[in-house]
Antibody, heavy 120, light 109 residues
Framework: QVQLVESGGGLVKPGGSLRLSCAAS????????MSWIRQAPGKGLEWVSY????????YYADSVKGRFTISRDNAKNSLYLQMNSLRAEDTAVYYC?????????????WGQGTLVTVSS | QSVLTQPPSVSAAPGQKVTISCSGS????????VSWYQQLPGTAPKLLIY???KRPSGIPDRFSGSKSGTSATLGITGLQTGDEADYYC??????????FGTGTKVTVL
C-alpha cells in the first residue's frame, strides 16, 4: 500500500533553516509528480510546491519562492523540502502528497504531516 | 488568501443531506478539474472526489461532486456522525499552481 512518511520538522528560530524529508513506499516513486502542502494551526490548506517525476519541472507558491527548494532522490524514494529564511508565518504542519493525473491533476495520497514551528 | 471560496460551515441532522459550494473563476475552476478532500479531526486530508465527480475506490456513493462553470459542489447524503470533518475543494490555476478552497466544517446535529 502507498505510504508517505514525513520527517524533519521541529522548532527553529526566525531566519533559520530546516530540511524536511518524505519517504515513499508502495508505489514506483519515479513515475509520479510529488508535492508539499502545508496547514497553519487552525487554518486551511496551502499548496507549497511540486516537482515532476524526473525533477526537471518545479513550481512554487509565491509565498515561499526564493526561500524554499523542493528536490527528490528517485534512487532513495525520497522527497525533500529545504526551507531557508524561515518566518513565523511558515509555522504549519507540512504534508507531502502524491500528484495523480487522470483528466485533471489531484493529490491522491497524503502523509501524516510534520510540524514546523518558527519562533524565537 | 485562497481564491476558492467555500462556506465556513454547514450542518444537518443524521441521515440528511448537505451540499458544500466552491466558487472560483475562469482562471481556475472554469478551466480545470476539481477535487475534494476530507480532513477528519487531527488527521491528514484524504481524497474524496477527483475529476469533478469521480470517487476513488473505497469512497461511498453518499459522496458526490459536480461542477458548473466557475463553481463546484460536494454533496453528502445520508449524513453520519463520522462525516464530521473539514472539507476542501482543490483545483489548479492558469499559472500551474495548485489551489485549495477556504474549507468548510461539517457538523452533524
Amino acid at each position: 500500500q502507498v505510504q508517505l512518511v514525513e520527517s524533519g520538522g521541529g522548532l527553529v528560530k526566525p531566519g533559520g533553516s530546516l530540511r524536511l524529508s518524505c519517504a515513499a513506499s508502495g508505489f514506483t516513486f519515479s513515475d509520479y509528480y510529488m508535492s508539499w502542502i502545508r496547514q497553519a494551526p487552525g487554518k486551511g490548506l496551502e499548496w507549497v510546491s511540486y516537482i515532476s517525476s524526473s525533477g526537471s519541472t518545479i513550481y512554487y507558491a509565491d509565498s515561499v519562492k526564493g526561500r524554499f527548494t523542493i528536490s527528490r532522490d528517485n534512487a532513495k524514494n525520497s522527497l525533500y523540502l529545504q526551507m531557508n529564511s524561515l518566518r513565523a508565518e511558515d509555522t504549519a504542519v507540512y504534508y507531502c502528497a502524491r500528484v495523480q493525473l487522470s483528466e485533471g491533476y489531484y493529490f491522491d495520497y497524503w502523509g501524516q504531516g510534520t510540524l514546523v514551528t518558527v519562533s524565537s | 488568501q485562497s481564491v476558492l471560496t467555500q462556506p465556513p460551515s454547514v450542518s444537518a441532522a443524521p441521515g440528511q443531506k448537505v451540499t458544500i459550494s466552491c466558487s472560483g473563476s475562469s482562471s481556475n475552476i472554469g478551466n480545470n478539474y476539481v477535487s475534494w478532500y476530507q480532513q477528519l479531526p487531527g488527521t491528514a486530508p484524504k481524497l474524496l472526489i477527483y475529476d469533478n465527480n469521480k470517487r476513488p475506490s473505497g469512497i461511498p456513493d453518499r459522496f458526490s461532486g459536480s461542477k458548473s462553470g466557475t463553481s463546484a459542489t460536494l454533496g453528502i447524503t445520508g449524513l453520519q456522525t463520522g462525516d464530521e470533518a473539514d472539507y476542501y475543494c482543490g483545483t489548479w490555476d492558469s499559472s500551474l499552481s495548485a489551489l485549495f478552497g477556504t474549507g468548510t466544517k461539517v457538523t452533524v446535529l
